[in-house]
C-alpha cells in the first residue's frame, strides 16, 4: 500500500553518481549532491534533521522553485517557515514527503502539494493550508487548531479510509476495522479544526464521513447499523436537507402506485388500475393517486379522493404519520444547516 517513489536502482556496477540517486514520481533524478548513503541530505532518511536549523535551508529550497517531493523531513522544526510561491498557479511540492511529528504550527503553506506525504502527528496549528492538497496524505493524529482551510483539496476520501475499503474487499475483516477506527479519528479531528475556524460547511461533510465510518466498525447485519444506514439514507445524519425530500418524493410515489393497485375513490369513480381500459385512461388515474399521495403526505386532506378499503385507509393513514414526522425533520435539519 506504500505507494511513495522509492531510491534509484543499484548503480554500483556503473560510474558512480555526482548527485543524488533519489528518482521522483516521474523518473527523474535528484540534481542535489550525494552523500555517503548515495542520497542527499533533504533525502536521506538515517540524517537525523531534528536537532538542525532546516527551515531557512527549506523556505531557499522552495524560492528557487526547487521541488521537495521525497523529502525527510521527520520530526523537523517547521515553525511559521514560508513556503508560498508568488507569481506562480504551482505551489511547493512536498509530495511523498515524510513529514511525521514535523512541527509546522503557523507555517505558510498556500498551495503546497502535500500528495501522498506522511503528515502523521504533524503540528499543523494555526498554519494557512488555502488551497493545498492533501489527497492520499497520512492524517493521522495531525492537528489542525485553528488552520486556515479554505479550499483545500482532500481527495475523495482519506487515505485510511481507501486502506480499509481494500482491506475489506479482500476479507481482510480485522484489518478493515482497524483502518476504519484511524479514519474516523482523520475525520473528527478535520472536523473540529474546521468548526474551530468556522467552516461549518465543511464540517458538515467531515462530520458524514466520520459516521459513515462509525457506522462500518458496526457488525454487518446488525440494528444499530441498519438504523444508522436508515438514517444516513433519509437525512445524512443531518447534514444533508436534499436527502430528505428525496425520501419523500420515494415515500410519494411508492404511496401513489399502491392507491393505484388497491383503489381509492373520487371524481364520480373508483380510481384503481384496470387492465380492460386503455393506457391514457390508466396513466390520468395515476396521476390522480399521485395528487392523492400527495394531499395524504402534506396532512393536507382536501376530501376530493378518500380511501374505501381497509387495506386503503392504513396505506393513508401511515403516510400521513411519515409525511408529518418528514416535514419536521426537513425543517429541522434545514434550519440546523443555515443556522451553522
Known sequence: MNNSPQAGPDLS?????????????????????????????????????????????????????????GFKLRGVNLLDVHLERSGTRMGFNLSYADLTHANLHGAHLFRVNFRHASLHKASLNKANLNRANFEHSTLLGTEFGGTHLEHVHWGERVLQEDYARESQRANKLTEALTYFEEAEEVYRNLRRGAEERGYFELAGDFFHHEMVMNRNKKPLLSLVRVFSKF????????????????FAALLIVCYALAYFFVGIHGDGHEVVLDSARALLENL????????????????????????????????????????????SLFIVVFVRKRMR
Do not use: N
Open 231 to 246: 438514517e444516513d439514507f433519509v437525512t445524512g445524519y443531518g447534514e444533508k436537507p436534499s436527502r430528505v425530500l428525496r
Open 284 to 327: 390520468g388515474d395515476f396521476g390522480r393517486c399521485v395528487y392523492f399521495s400527495i394531499v395524504t403526505f402534506t396532512t393536507l386532506g382536501y376530501g376530493d379522493f378518500i380511501p374505501i378499503s381497509p387495506l386503503a385507509r392504513f396505506f393513508a393513514a401511515t403516510e400521513a404519520l411519515i409525511g408529518a414526522i418528514s416535514m
Open 13 to 69: 556496477r556503473f560510474k558512480p553518481l555526482d548527485h543524488c540517486a533519489f528518482t521522483d514520481s516521474k523518473g527523474h533524478y535528484c540534481q542535489e549532491r550525494l552523500g555517503r548513503t548515495g542520497l542527499c541530505f533533504w533525502h536521506d532518511p538515517l540524517v537525523d534533521k531534528t536537532h538542525m536549523e532546516v527551515k531557512s535551508l527549506l523556505e531557499q529550497h522552495c524560492r528557487e522553485g526547487k521541488s521537495g517531493e
